[in-house]
């Protein structure tokens, strides 16, 4: 193993060479090559950590690394139930030194009496919940407005100074100072202060996260004891006066009614990490959202054209590109991770980078596109009880950046540059952002009135309508009885994201309130169109009658995603798919990703008579005689009780079709594997509620500490929106998954049609717009 390249407190390897996996590698040691060579300050992880880790996510998921002494954690879903689980995954190493200092910096700090403790960051429960409840007001999206005149004038300052010169170094003329200044003021620091604070940061971050030579961690630890000293001067001048705004000065009212809640040593230690916190995690995230986006010209001009992008755009750079790389945890008991053994005391680099590129959540994960469904499910504020407080704040002024620039300077480019990153494993943004444009051309020169336009921020997640894609409708195709293949393209003739089978869009059939599912066919890897068939429904809810009667080749129309929640298990053994009618538009999609990974696999298709059914010449010429045609008038009929008789462990079972079929799946798979039958509904069965045979319960937001209560006559869902709490949906009928909720405690009467029967048993989640308590309360993890 090669751990000569950091100075480290790494722990011994934990395996034992020449047993279990030994063989593995040419010396025995079970830990590969590549896992013993990562290293988080190299170059390859400080330009591209996402791509540095690429191996990983895709073939070594967790691993670990000797030289640091952590497991590397990689993807999307075990990253995010490491964060909800905050008791088996402690966040106590979060702010721990990455390269522990020596004993003369040691000496340095302690002569400066430095004592930072644990705050919101690294504490366990249940200190940490009762202490986020107490100091949680002043995020509240209400009192977040309040700072957006700051933000804006700053902004306006910050631009008005250079805007004539023609080029700019973005990071040292505003992007630096302006969160720092926005952070202090939020903190609520005297203006006298600002200065000797803002010298003092950088320190704490090379202090905490990043790898200083012997000779410069001395000079590190004196800036640090003296932004310790400095911040606990700042905060006693405050008790003079905690009266008016600022988070600290909220701190101080507070630590009178909850004295043992709020400490002094503890209003201290988050004085200087709040500092920390709220500044460079901006400044460093609108560094890369700006680089970013002026390395896509595309997407720069859509957001100049059209500002109302730019919340989701901003999800999308936090996404693609965010200022927090990794976070750390330490597992508190044994446990196993993508079916990796952990122990107890085992340290943890997640890497939240990484998950924002897994293609198992983010479809055609590496492009970059503003227009991102699920963009704001990025893991870049954490997630769960530990999920970032300043997440808005930061979102309202990375808009207020994009807003600035791209109306007062949308001809800006970057200059020539290589970029450089301060060495660290979790924050990261370019230290300097060189740019460059023709002040003749500044459109303030000739539109002074330009100055003054304003774009409201969002405050929260972005919008549900705010992320339409709009397309042209290439072609209009009949292939078969009543049935249609739409194609869309990009207005512009670009590429499209791709997709995965059995993902589907959203298409505003006439109007913004009419959205209706469709899934989606053709190849998923051909990105320069998307297609979908549409049975014509007279008697439907509108959207199959609406796209008939008026889509024609060269209209535009507004799409939403691709998204999947019906997806495939790429590595099952087996798979039967079943189909009825319109039905085998995502399962043609899956039938052909089976062929293509060679994997065992029937495929049977039913409908009224032949005339009804699409593509069956193609699907016969890929697919030969694992092609099975049910045409109702030829009496053949998918003799279901039959083909499933014997339950075979290992094999998926996809089925899309109508409900009399589904239903009919469910019976016969009564005997096979909880989670063996997966299908996707054309309509919801779940009714209407009447509240005259429902019951009202509680529901308890663990994460958030609250408890809500839902009435016999509102969803789940209407329920948390009135509570201000936010969760993404879109079928609002229990079809499409995106409402899904994690269920801790109490149990659900599922309502949805889309979780299987072994995942409804479990009830450890729920769809929030149908499915309700069978009790009295339930425990969400929101
Ligand atoms: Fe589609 Fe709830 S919003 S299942």
Redesign the pocket.
């Known amino acids: 193993m090669n751990n000569a390249s950091l100075t480290t407190n790494a722990a011994a390897c934990p395996f034992g060479h020449g047993r279990g996996a030994a063989g593995q590698t040419p010396t025995g040691c079970p830990v590969s090559p590549r896992a013993a060579n990562f290293d988080p300050f190299s170059d390859g992880y400080q330009q591209d950590p996402p791509e540095y880790v690429r191996w990983a996510r895709e073939q070594e998921p967790v691993f670990y690394n000797p030289a640091m002494g952590y497991w590397v954690v990689t993807r999307y879903d075990s990253i995010k139930a490491i964060f909800r689980d905050n008791i088996a995954f402690s966040p106590s190493i979060a702010l721990e030194k990455i390269t522990p200092t020596g004993d003369e910096a040691n000496a340095v700090l302690a002569s400066y009496s430095y004592g930072m403790g644990r705050t919101l960051v690294n504490e366990d429960e249940p200190t940490h919940m009762a202490r986020r409840r107490v100091l949680m007001d002043p995020f509240t999206p209400g009192e977040l407005t309040q700072h957006e005149p700051v933000v804006r004038k700053l902004a306006r300052e910050y631009v008005d100074r250079f805007i004539d010169d023609g080029k700019a170094d973005l990071v040292d003329q505003m992007l630096w100072e302006v969160p720092l200044t926005v952070a202090l003021h939020f903190l609520g620091v005297p203006e006298e202060d600002m200065d000797t604070l803002r010298e003092y940061s950088i320190a704490h971050t090379v202090n905490t996260w990043g790898r200083p030579r012997p000779d410069e961690q001395v000079a590190v630890a004196h800036a640090v004891g003296k932004f310790w000293q400095f911040a606990g001067k700042v905060l006693d001048k405050m008790r003079l006066d905690p009266s008016g705004p600022g988070w600290m000065k909220y701190g101080i009212r507070k630590q009178a009614e909850y004295p043992d809640v709020v400490t002094d040593s503890y209003l201290h230690s988050m004085m200087m990490a709040g500092i920390v916190a709220a500044h460079e995690t901006t400044a460093n995230g609108t560094a890369n959202a700006l680089k970013l986006l002026l390395q896509h010209p595309r997407a720069w001009r859509e957001i100049c054209d059209d500002p109302g992008l730019i919340p989701n755009a901003v999800d999308e750079c936090l996404r693609h590109n965010g200022s927090v790389a990794a976070w750390r945890r330490l597992a508190t008991r044994d446990v196993t991770i993508e079916g990796v053994d952990i122990p107890a005391g085992a340290r943890l680099l997640i890497v939240t980078s990484s998950a924002n590129h897994d293609e198992r959540h983010f479809p055609d994960a590496d492009l970059f596109d503003i227009r991102r469904d699920n963009a704001g499910e990025h893991l870049t504020f954490g997630y769960g009880s530990h999920q970032c407080m300043g997440k808005n704040l930061a979102r309202m002024e990375m808009q207020i950046f994009l807003e600035e620039f791209t109306r007062r300077l949308p001809h800006m480019t970057l200059s020539e540059q290589t970029f450089s990153y301060v060495p660290n494993t979790s924050f990261r943004g370019p230290e300097h952002l060189l740019v460059q444009w023709d002040p003749a051309r500044n459109p303030e020169r000739a539109n002074r009135a330009l100055l003054d336009a304003r774009v409201p921020v969002r405050i929260g997640e972005p919008a549900r309508h705010a992320i339409t894609r709009p397309v042209r409708v290439a072609s209009v195709t009949p292939v078969a009885e009543g049935v249609v293949k739409l194609r869309f393209t990009a207005l512009d003739g670009a590429a499209l994201p791709r997709w995965t089978p059995g993902a589907h869009i959203d298409i505003e059939c006439g109007a913004p309130a009419l959205i209706r599912q469709y899934s989606l066919c053709g190849d998923p890897d051909d990105a320069s169109a998307l297609e979908i068939t549409v049975l014509c429904e007279p008697e439907g809810r509108g959207g199959s009658a609406w796209i008939h009667a008026h889509l024609r080749a060269g209209d535009m129309v507004h799409i939403r995603g691709p998204r999947n ?1 019906f997806r495939m298990d790429e590595s099952a053994p087996r798979a039967i798919f079943i189909a009825g009618g319109i039905g085998i538009t995502p399962i043609g999609a899956m039938a052909r990703r089976a062929r293509a990974l060679g994997m065992a696999y029937e495929l049977h298709y039913s409908g009224r008579s032949r005339k009804t059914m699409a593509f069956l010449a193609e699907l016969a010429q890929l697919h030969g005689e694992r092609l099975h045609v049910h045409a109702g008038d030829e009496g053949r009929r998918n003799d279901l009780p039959a083909l499933l008789a014997n339950p075979e462990p290992g094999t998926q079972i996809y089925a899309c079709g109508p409900v009399g079929m589904l239903r009919a799946l469910q019976d016969c798979c009564a005997a096979w594997p909880g989670d063996a039958l997966r299908t996707e509904h054309f309509i919801a069965t779940a009714t209407v509620l009447d509240p005259a045979k429902e019951h009202a319960f509680e529901l308890e937001l663990r994460d958030s500490g609250r408890v809500v209560g839902v009435r016999a006559d509102q969803t789940v ?1 209407a329920a948390l929106r009135a509570a201000g709490v936010e969760v ?13 909720v994690q269920v801790l405690a109490g149990q659900v009467d599922h309502r ?1 049609v ?1 979780l299987t029967r072994a995942e409804r048993e479990a009830s450890v989640k729920m ?4 499915s309700r308590a069978a009790g009295k309360k339930l425990v969400l993890a929101l």
Request: proline share 0%; glycine share 10%; with cysteine.
């Open positions: 929640h869902l993404r949906s879109d079928c609002e009928e229990g079809l499409c998954g995106s409402c899904e949805d889309v769809m929030a717009c149908c």
